[in-house]
């Protein structure tokens, strides 16, 4: 302490922020340094990892490659086939008024036309509607 009293309050003042100062100079310095070194080996890692990944690409073109001309000879030899849908023609048969295409035999073997059906269909359907509208 007797050091300190011959010096003035400032500077003891200035003494003790240069003391400061470069005490965080001196962590940050070191802080730096570090993180550098954790840089560097990180930079070296991620190299290594690089060269592998780039070597399996290389293995994965060249395979590819491979694949490629095994797939263009086989082409090669391939005959080419298209396929066409066959067609198939929907025949019409007209059904006798009303009736299914089931019973034809029936209106054939005793040749019933049209005509006849058609009225008798419509007075079926006349007398049933006279009757729903009677309720």
Not at 35 to 59: F, G, M, P
Request: charged share 30%.
């Amino acid at each position: 302490m007797n050091l300190f009293s011959k010096f003035s309050k400032l500077n003891i003042i200035i003494f003790a922020f240069l003391i400061l100062i470069s005490g965080v100079l001196g962590y940050l310095f070191y802080n730096s340094n570090k993180t550098n070194a954790e840089n560097t080996e990180l930079i070296k890692q991620t190299k290594a990892e690089n060269l592998d990944l780039s070597q399996d690409l290389e293995i994965v073109k060249d395979k590819y490659d491979k694949l490629k001309t095994e797939v263009n000879t086989l082409k090669s030899k391939v005959a080419k086939v298209s396929y066409r849908k066959k067609v198939n023609k929907i025949k019409s048969n007209i059904s006798s008024a009303g009736k299914s295409s089931k019973n034809k035999l029936y209106y054939k073997k005793n040749k019933v036309s049209y005509k006849t059906l058609y009225f008798r269909l419509k007075k079926q359907c006349s007398k049933h509607n006279y009757k729903n509208s009677k309720r």
